[in-house]
């Protein structure tokens, strides 16, 4: 009796949960300083596709597999000048797009999982791990690396005379769905 209780069990989740298209829209939002001010630079033109596991009620209780593509010229700080070193430090002309490829998700507990996968930035592959706080279909964190993790040299500006701190955070934020 026991043994036919727990097959039900384990066949109704089997049924309840389905495999589907994720797709998304978020947030990146890049901060750092230099020995002038701090800045900041941001993109909303993010796209997120991959495939999910949902439960009954279609809320994502499991990545299989995602890729975050956040476009460099997308990246705004609202000075042209600074921009425009950013795109260069980020050798933007042969690394058009930074992205991030999930490999492995695992849910810390009801509010926040924790994401592992491949980030590139610049042409370089780095593997990252990130905490997200999870509120219904959005997920938000930080985490902070430097430049020359991903071979960037911070830029300068007027002659060298302002150099940009190698610490950047990165913010995310994504709506998937």
Do not use: C
């Not at 043994?3 to 978020?26: P, W």
């Not at 993790?149 to 150099?163: C, Q």
Request: proline share 4%; no cysteine; charged share 25%.
């Amino acid at each position: 009796m026991t043994l036919f209780t727990v097959s039900i069990f384990i066949a109704g989740n089997l049924y309840a949960q389905n495999s589907k298209d994720l797709s998304g829209t978020g947030m990146v939002k890049i901060l750092g300083t230099s020995t002038l001010h701090d800045w900041e630079a941001e993109s909303k033109d993010i796209k997120i596709t991959g495939t999910a596991t949902t439960g009954e009620g279609g809320e994502v209780t499991a990545i299989e597999n995602m890729r975050v593509v956040v476009p460099v010229k997308t990246l705004k700080s609202g000075k042209g000048g600074l921009d425009s070193n950013m795109y260069d430090a980020l050798k933007e002309p042969k690394n058009p797009e930074i992205i991030f490829e999930v490999t492995e998700s695992t849910p810390l507990d009801g509010s926040s999982v924790e994401v592992s996968g491949n980030l590139t930035i610049a042409g370089v592959t780095k593997p990252v791990k990130l905490t997200a706080q999870k509120s219904g279909s959005t997920y938000k964190g930080s985490m902070k690396t430097k430049m020359t993790n991903f071979g960037i040299d911070p830029p300068k500006a007027l002659m060298g005379t302002v150099k940009s701190g190698d610490e950047i955070t990165l913010e995310y934020e994504a709506t998937l769905k």
